[in-house]
């Protein structure tokens, strides 16, 4: 991208350390989401927890779709996810107050906790109190570390870096699926090593919360500038940083002069990456991602799998979802996050469509798929998850946690991490009863959730690709051309939005009357108008889109 600086940066050993290290966060959070799926389709577990949901699934001729449908077993997976959305907002305070370094160490004592109280439950109770701890040390966890990343990251390999914390994710899920594979055979006590080894990836991540460095721009904002100045030149690896070092000494300056980042995030020159923010995480969790992987050897089992095969085909699409996350990291900074999304898009349009269709023509309430069919499955959901994992997976924490300014950028992240925690609440919870309920349709809702999120992608999202983090403003949301006129129009007001006008209706009016204009515009017009005037080639890529 012309007209962007690009600061002077090596790697070294110690930081790449310390992306690796960080990046545990990912993967506690990843075995976790993995984990879950695995555990409730075992009938040891199903015994001492949930005896009517074994008897039901027992039954030869129990309804395919609702053998699992239970609001207590929904609640053990969703649980962690109410208690992460509550939670995020502490850790904002924790990352602005006392930096990312402490927040990743205070994350992994969490997560520590709740999984020994997990292994050992004897009760229902236990398990849910410590999956609510699992659920705050992810708050913390998935707050810092996408934050740590951006900001130790150099702006030519910013999105790699940060894809990390995904591609940690998607490892975290693959190990899940693979202890479960081997669990399932240990009786009657394979669930609890399943629960238990969340310890590790938390214990590894405890040491490295005490080896990594803190942020430059968390120590500046701090008030330590001498001792940002020198990690900086650290993290780099060369002593000429001064250029860099002021930057985020200009943000700083800012970020000092906002006592409540909060009630500023909510003003309307804050809204464009707020908005951007918060609906990529809501739309990363309409994709049906999470419901897949929570559920897949659930749900392969819906289809005619029996258990070990279908604990073996999750192990397949979580392997699926490793190796496709490094197509992103080896993509996202030559070809940008647009380009990325609006494919997945399609992808995953295609394939949630066609499963629904084989399951809605084929799978009745007491039959199976043929072997072919649902093979075929499995296929699709590879396709599925591979699109996921190259796009929204990874952009869907990376963007958020790049476009807020110093001033808001814990605050606004965190309104993206409880978002995406809630989202993922309500899937957990409700897709068991979804899938009873609306059967092979589920997956053409999802396929219209899939369908708007390309829509909003392709009129609202801007490029942000070599923009420096502390230039989004200036580089990116005044050059948009919906939102350029958006703070245009509110900069530099003074009012307080709640007290001296209903701002929240002239927001929404703002954004209507811009994205009608401009898809308008393109209606009319035969080719793409530019959303990044800095991207050389932005006419022929957006007309190749």
Wanted: aromatic letters at 12%; glycine letters at 6%; charged letters at 15%.
């Amino acid at each position: 991208m012309s007209g962007n600086p690009t600061y002077p940066s090596k790697f070294t050993v110690y930081v790449i350390l310390c992306w690796i290290l960080a990046a545990f966060g990912g993967l506690m959070f990843g075995y976790d989401i993995g984990i879950s799926g695995g555990v409730t389709a075992m009938d040891d577990f199903l015994i001492k927890f949930f005896p009517k949901v074994h008897e039901r699934k027992m039954h030869a001729k129990e309804d395919n779709y609702c053998k699992y449908d239970d609001q207590y077993l929904q609640l053990f997976t969703s649980s962690l996810y109410l208690a992460a959305l509550v939670s995020s907002f502490a850790a904002s305070k924790v990352c602005t107050k006392f930096g990312r370094k402490p927040t990743i160490l205070a994350a992994s004592v969490f997560f520590l906790a709740g999984a020994a109280l997990s292994a050992s439950a004897q009760h229902l109770w236990m398990l849910i109190i410590g999956r609510v701890l699992l659920g705050i040390g992810v708050g913390f966890g998935n707050e810092a570390v996408p934050l740590f990343l951006s900001e130790i990251a150099p702006v030519q390999h910013r999105g790699a870096v940060n894809i990390l914390f995904q591609l940690f994710v998607t490892v975290g899920i693959l190990f899940a699926n693979l202890v479960n594979y081997w669990t399932s055979k240990i009786h009657p006590y394979g669930w609890r090593v399943s629960l238990g080894i969340a310890g590790v990836p938390a214990a590894i991540l405890f040491i490295g919360s005490l080896i990594i460095t803190e942020t430059p721009a968390s120590l500046v904002v701090r008030g330590k500038e001498s001792l940002g100045h020198t990690t900086l030149q650290k993290i780099r690896g060369v002593k000429e940083v001064d250029v860099e070092f002021q930057q985020i000494m200009e943000a700083s300056e800012i970020a000092r002069g906002v006592k409540q980042p909060f009630k500023k995030l909510i003003s309307p020159s804050s809204m464009p990456p707020l908005i951007i923010g918060v609906m990529l995480q809501v739309f990363q969790q309409f994709t049906g991602i999470n419901a897949i992987m929570f559920y897949a050897p659930v749900l392969f089992q819906t289809v005619g799998f029996k258990n070990d095969a279908s604990l073996l085909s999750s192990v397949i699409t979580g392997l699926v979802n490793v190796c496709c996350t490094f197509v992103s990291i080896f993509s996202v900074d030559r070809f940008g996050r647009r380009k990325l999304l609006l494919q997945a898009c399609v992808q995953m349009f295609a394939s949630q469509a066609i499963i629904g269709g084989i399951l809605l023509r084929d799978l009745h309430a007491t039959d199976s798929l043929t072997k072919p069919e649902a093979i075929w499955v499995v296929f699709l959901v590879c396709m599925f998850v591979s699109a996921f994992a190259w796009s929204w997976g990874p952009l869907g924490w990376l963007i958020p946690s790049e476009t807020f300014p110093l001033e808001t950028r814990t605050a606004g992240f965190a309104f993206a991490v409880s978002s995406n925690m809630l989202c993922t609440f309500i899937i957990a919870q409700a897709f068991l009863s979804m899938l009873c309920h609306m059967r092979a349709l589920i997956f053409f809702f999802f396929g219209g959730w899939i369908l708007v999120m390309g829509i909003f992608v392709f009129f609202l999202l801007p490029e942000t690709k070599n923009v420096p983090i502390d230039a989004m403003v200036d580089t990116v949301w005044k050059k948009h051309p919906v939102w350029k006129k958006f703070i245009a129009d509110y900069e530099g007001k003074k009012t307080d939005p709640f007290m001296d006008h209903p701002i929240h209706i002239d927001l929404v009016a703002a954004v209507f009357e811009e994205f009608s204009s401009l898809a308008s515009t393109k209606l009319k017009s035969n080719s793409s108008s530019c959303f990044h005037p800095e991207v050389e080639s932005c006419n022929s890529t957006h007309k190749s889109l």
